[in-house]
């Protein structure tokens, strides 16, 4: 089970973290996705680098070819 | 919980819109989503190829280096993640059972099929035919075809 912390906050702290929790989110929720927005090491790193090989679709078209074939040189068949 | 095959974590990375609206879907919902070392391996052999580094080795290092950043990221998110000991055993029964049946598949998929049986997670993949047969030998297995 996950630890509980417990922070105390002033009332305008409180009454602003309660205008943004939207319906259905925890305040644990929300911090972390008002962090998330932030800090780049908690958003999500395959959505901040999503994009980072499209500049070499060509490439990297010929490089997933190349990776299924090794894929397929490994098949279990072969292991006697 | 969600495992990312390597053509999906590919798909993402060369920014295939239909895929990545896809992704951004399950992790908006703070779903926790998973990829393996191999898939990382895999990656790997993209940035060793000597044909692809005399075309490209200038613009591939830089992808290279960006691609260790973000798995650094994902590895400090306790993200990346490696066959353990249930897996193991798990692996081990498919392995039997598909060689049994006489069914050869890759071995990469029969691994990432053992790590989502055992720690129940859905496998995102666009490979429909060899994780379609691991199905046969084995319902547990959840996929979602992308």
């Known amino acids: 089970m996950m630890t509980q912390k417990t922070i105390s906050l002033n009332e305008k702290s409180y009454k602003m973290l309660k205008k943004l929790k939207k319906e259905n989110e925890s305040y644990s929720d929300l911090i972390i996705r008002l962090c998330s927005m932030q800090d780049p090491f908690l958003k999500d790193p395959l959505l901040e680098f999503s994009g980072i090989f499209s500049e070499d679709n060509e490439l990297w078209e010929e490089i997933e070819q190349l990776i299924k074939s090794y894929r397929a040189s490994y098949l279990m068949n072969h292991i006697e | 919980m969600f495992l990312l095959d390597t053509n999906i974590i590919i798909a993402i990375l060369r920014g295939k819109q239909e895929i990545v609206k896809k992704y951004q879907s399950i992790s908006s919902k703070n779903q926790p989503i998973y990829l393996t070392t191999y898939s990382i391996s895999e990656i790997y052999i993209g940035f060793q190829d000597q044909e692809f580094q005399q075309k490209n080795l200038e613009k591939l290092n830089i992808q290279k280096k960006l691609f260790d950043k973000m798995v650094n990221y994902l590895d400090a998110q306790k993200r990346v993640i490696s066959l353990n000991l249930e897996d193991a055993k798990i692996l081990g029964e498919l392995l039997y059972k598909l060689k049994a049946r006489g ?9 990432l099929s053992a790590i989502a049986i055992s720690r ?4 995102i ?10 199905k046969t030998i084995q319902d ?3 996929v979602e075809f992308w």
């Not at chain 2, 129940?120 to 496998?123: A, G």
């Not at chain 2, 993949?125 to 691991?134: A, G």
């Open chain 2, 125 to 134: 993949t666009s490979d429909k035919n060899h994780f379609n047969v691991i």
């Open chain 2, 140 to 142: 547990k297995l959840k």
């Open chain 2, 120 to 123: 129940d997670f859905t496998i």
């Open chain 2, 103 to 111: 069914k050869p598949i890759p071995l990469i998929d029969a691994i």
